[in-house]
């Protein structure tokens, strides 16, 4: 992978805390409106993606684009599928942290095997930085291993292997834009026949949560992901999956903040070694 150009660094050094600050945002919105029985957690998803392709055909019409859906958007699109359709579903059998730690230790060993089989470089400090970055998440799951079943684990190890399968296809290049649209767009046309039924079945569905699946899809979902497909121009797997590891310190800041959750000392000692690993595994620049 050759080193990014100091003007893709700079991009990227916007692009990435936007993302990842998106991507905190729909854990916590993701768990206000299935905790407090707002809409089904599968509808959710369902909703939220179609409202994400229906964000971004409404921005190529607006700049007079073209998008076409082919099969380069096919397999990303699989990938996305089984991300959404096994999160939202996941956490029923497994407790919050818990999930997260496997979820995405899950993305990062599926990231580093891709560098690998790529034949990537894989510098022993981004190693490390990865590994210290992922003890962190393990202290922070440290306290639910009660919570722990083999439903839930299969269900967040899959969904963090497709997210990490759908965040590699980002690094073949091309506008993300354009690639992301095109994923939304394949996604949503498989969507949309089960969330008509789902709704029409008799679902948990209410007009707050129908309104936060919206906002979420066509905003911190939508951008957000194309901002991550961008990042991939420059990111190794490795690093990609390692910075992910402070979206759950994210979350879990923002839950104490947000939705009056308590701040405990394993948050605080995964952040410092979050912060660390992340540090650590940090691109080299020039």
Known sequence: MRAPSSALQGEVGLLLPFALVAFAANSLITRHVVDEELLDAGLLSAVRFLAGAAALL?????????????????????????????????YRFIGAAAGTFVFYATVLLTLVAWDVTHREPLPPRRALGAAIALAG?????????????????????????????????????????????????ALAAVLTLPAAVGAAAGLQVTGT??????????????????????????????????VQLVIPVLTAAGAAVL???????????????VAAGTWLGRPATG
């Open 58 to 90: 409404a921005l190529v019409a607006l700049r007079r684009e073209r998008v076409v859906v082919g099969r380069a958007n096919l397999v990303p699109a699989l990938w996305l599928g089984v991300y959404a359709l096994c999160i939202s579903y996941g």
């Open 209 to 242: 949560g129908l309104a936060w699946a919206v906002v979420m899809g066509a905003g911190t979902t939508a951008f957000a992901y194309v901002a991550w497909y961008a990042c991939q121009r420059a990111l190794s797997g490795t690093t990609a999956g390692a």
């Open 259 to 273: 939705l009056g959750e308590e701040l405990t000392m394993r948050l605080g000692v995964c952040a410092v070694l």
């Open 137 to 185: 998440i393990a202290v922070l799951a440290s306290g639910s291993i009660a919570t722990v079943t083999v439903a839930g684990v299969v269900l967040l190890a899959a969904t963090g292997a497709a997210w990490g399968l759908y965040t590699a296809a980002g690094r073949g290049g091309g506008d993300p834009r354009v690639a992301t649209t095109g994923h939304f767009v």
